[in-house]
């Protein structure tokens, strides 16, 4: 039994990457902002802001084979301190980035499908204010032309559903649910209806991310989570229609310049080949659950939330 440490890892992607790891033998300590608690004596909790003083006095109590973090960088130049820290404790790190760094030059996208720090050139603002995407790229050649060990391993996620948070384009789970309840359309981009949309389960996320931890050959590598089910957004729409009742209307829509999440992602075709990572971690189509299901346990977890007294 090896011990992992989930940095930020109370959340969407955390918890089921948890899960995964349990299955597996390990035992799991949770570093996050909510008030959580486990019955299971190999997961614990610590309540915490994870900032560097934290984290130093934590590595002062315990040691971690692995650990995954799951902090966003905003200013990638945040990233480096955390960086030193976390690499000089554990066996093996890994580092979350996101699918939402490709470009839309090569279908299906690979883990060498070029970035979009590397292709946008023509839009100064959005390579001065956009940071989750460009972000996430800075961080990453960062670990590429470190000084520190090569122990790191970067995931690149595609959006990943829980109840705490349903895709539908641009549009919210809670939207969504909202609509159907009062009998509202929900009116969708036309541009993107026959795209591929980049979404997952977080179930089978985590599993990926999970199941990459510990494999030898993938220090130093990159990898694109995802079990490539690859539904367009009208699928995704139509799984939504049937299990929420929801009207969809596809239609067109404008957006401003500024919304990067739209110009620079979901107005992209993001149809994945997940070869790399399935070859990495032993994984097949059949360890995953479909797209419909994964909405369908979600659904019912929220429910569940709304019904629970406060």
Do not use: C
């Amino acid at each position: 039994m090896k011990k992992v440490l989930l940095i930020a890892g109370d959340g969407t992607l955390g918890s089921y990457t948890a899960q995964e790891l349990l299955r597996l033998g390990h035992s799991v300590d949770v570093v996050g902002l909510k008030a959580l608690s486990s019955s299971e004596p190999r997961l614990r909790y610590y309540r915490a802001d994870a900032t560097i003083p934290y984290l130093r006095k934590l590595f002062q109590e315990n040691r971690y084979d692995g650990i995954v973090n799951f902090l966003h960088f905003p200013d990638a130049a945040q990233y480096p301190p955390y960086h030193e820290l976390l690499s000089q404790n554990t066996e093996h790190l890994i580092f979350l980035s996101s699918y939402r760094v490709y470009s839309d030059l090569e279908h299906p996208i690979t883990e060498t499908t070029p970035q979009l720090l590397d292709v946008i050139k023509d839009d100064p603002t959005f390579l001065l204010k956009e940071d989750y995407a460009l972000a996430k790229s800075r961080a990453e050649r960062f670990l590429r032309n470190n000084p520190y060990p090569k122990n790191w391993t970067i995931v690149r996620p595609v959006i990943s559903f829980s109840h705490r948070r349903l895709d539908l384009v641009l549009v919210t789970g809670r939207e969504l649910a909202e609509a159907a309840k009062a009998g509202k359309t929900v009116r969708l981009p036309l541009a993107a209806k026959h795209l591929t949309a980049g979404l997952d389960w977080a179930g089978n996320s985590g599993k990926l991310i999970a199941n990459l931890m510990f494999k030898q050959a993938s220090l130093g590598e990159a990898y694109t989570v995802s079990s490539a089910q690859n539904l367009t957004w009208e699928k995704v729409g139509e799984l939504y229609e049937r299990l929420l009742s929801v009207k969809i209307e596809w239609a067109k829509t404008e957006y401003p310049r500024d919304l990067w999440i739209w110009h620079y992602d979901r107005a992209y075709d993001r149809r994945i080949d997940n070869t790399k990572i399935l070859q990495a971690t032993g994984l097949s189509a059949k360890d995953f659950k479909s797209i419909e299901n994964g909405i369908s346990i979600e659904l019912a977890k929220l429910t569940d939330t709304k019904r629970r007294p406060t």
